[in-house]
């Protein structure tokens, strides 16, 4: 059990660019979210993953937001045409199916833009 | 849908002193709690959580918990704090169903001061 691992961990771009994180779960947790955290708050909700089925997106994954998780293992989040309004930091976690099944979060990517 | 309130945004403390983070939650359905630790520039990890059963929930670093189903609560408790225990603490909320999509409340900055 390696954790939940995130890269990049920071990453400073200018409005409008492009961005991409990776999430790699832990190894046969086939559940799998995205949360975003900006400062002073707690973490909300973005989408789910079971398997590579995307479950549930919230209504803060705008149109600029797309999330993948092809084959069912790592997954993607990426933001198209950046705002200031992005910069947060973008936490990933997994899960398996057991009972109370506990979700583990990685260290997080934080975003800036510029 | 679920709701979370942390009712202080900061708590400040003198080593060795007991603490007590609360946390009321709301919610229609019946719900798994959880309290989550984060260290500065890190993700979140888990101090315990309430499936069922007894309502005291002992986790780990000397924390624990109480669910009260009447008062809707989930206040988390440490009999003596030392320094290393400065960081922000949340609490979250998600159904008991399904899977865990997990609500936060805002944060419980905990400040151990010597």
């Known amino acids: 059990d390696t954790g939940v691992s995130q890269d990049p961990r920071h990453k400073i771009t200018k409005r409008g660019q492009n961005v991409t994180f990776r999430c790699d779960p832990i190894?046969?947790?086939?559940?799998l979210y995205w949360y975003r955290q900006t400062l002073g708050q707690g973490p909300e909700f973005l989408t789910y993953?079971?398997?590579?089925?995307?479950?549930?997106k919230s209504r803060l994954l705008s149109d600029r937001f797309s999330a993948e998780r092809p084959k069912g293992s790592f997954s993607t989040l990426e933001i198209q045409r950046t705002e200031q309004g992005d910069s947060a930091m973008y936490l990933c976690?997994?899960?398996?199916?057991?009972?109370?099944?506990?979700?583990?979060f990685g260290e997080g990517s934080w975003l800036t833009v510029v | 849908a679920q709701s979370v309130t942390q009712l202080d945004s900061q708590v400040p403390v003198f080593e060795e002193a007991p603490v007590e983070l609360r946390c009321n939650y709301s919610?229609?359905?019946?719900?798994?709690l959880f309290w989550y630790v984060q260290y500065p520039n890190q993700g979140l990890q888990l101090l315990l959580k309430?499936?069922?059963?007894?309502?005291l929930v002992k986790g780990i670093n000397g924390f624990e918990a109480e669910f009260n189903k009447s008062q809707t609560s989930f206040h988390l408790r440490k009999p003596s704090v030392h320094i290393s225990d400065t960081a922000e603490y949340f609490c979250?909320?998600?159904?008991?169903?399904?899977?865990?999509?997990?609500?936060f409340g805002a944060g419980t900055r905990l400040a151990v001061h010597p």
């Open positions: 976690a997994s899960s398996s199916n057991s009972f109370g099944n506990t979700i583990y």
């Open positions: 190894s046969e947790h086939n559940r």
């Open positions: 993953f079971q398997n590579e089925a995307q479950l549930e």
């Open positions: 919610s229609s359905v019946s719900v798994y």
């Open positions: 309430y499936l069922s059963g007894s309502t």
């Open positions: 979250a909320v998600g159904p008991s169903g399904g899977y865990n999509k997990l609500i």
